[in-house]
């Protein structure tokens, strides 16, 4: 289920167990990904990210799709230039809620920025019966050529704790494949990826998070996986300020496409 509520213009997407949250301010901002709770319990999210006067607004970590500005400093999901002009603030539109068909209910986030004459189309698919939200991108150029240089699928930000995150994930050989690979989540940033263009048993384009009580029956897990294969990057980043943020996508290693005038281009799923 996907609703809005105008007071606070906040997004709450529901499924069977799970909520997922965020807000309208100067950007989209994410506000909660976990267990499912009532948007009345919401309140302790929409806290200010005021902390010094080198950290103005910490609130823009958990940007739900960053895009570069020079402003926003962790892993941007979208980098693009034309001319000599490389910054994107991208401003929310408006929202279209599409009726359940088929299981599915959609939400499409309209987002513009005037100035570089880009249009960005969030896509949020909620099987609610599954648990499952799969997202994707549609980034349409209004202006003149341009040059696409990044783009994710999509972007996610864990609760907000004090608690230590546990990565996993999966690499392989032949002959020696689904290898699990776990790591603890510390502040910096960690990548997994395939570069060779063809998909093969390297590394699988997927990841699972938990909290360190977790088990294969129970405990806290947040997963992706990206439906797109041999070219294609996933980067957990953890800040000073505990916010673990979750960027995936086609790979952004010499990759470079030009977007000419009236052209979109959307992403692989990743659910």
Known sequence: MISFQTENKIFHIRTRNTSYLFQVRESLINLYWGAKID????GSFLRGGFHSSFDLNTNMERDEFPCWNGRSYTVPCLNLQRGETRYLFPKFCRYKIIAKSNGIETLDIFLEDKKMMVDLNLHYQVYEKYDIIARSVTLTNKGEKLQLTNICSACA?????????LLRYVTGKWAGEWQLCEQQIHT???EIQAKRGITGPHFNPSFAISDNNAAEEYGRVWFGILGYS????ISVEKTIFNNVHIAAGINN???SYNLASGESFNTPLIV
């Open 39 to 42: 948007l009345q319990d919401a």
């Open 157 to 165: 930000n864990l609760p907000q704790s004090g608690e230590q995150y």
């Open 188 to 190: 910096g940033l960690m």
């Open 230 to 233: 041999g070219n294609w990057k």
């Open 253 to 255: 290693f010499d990759f």
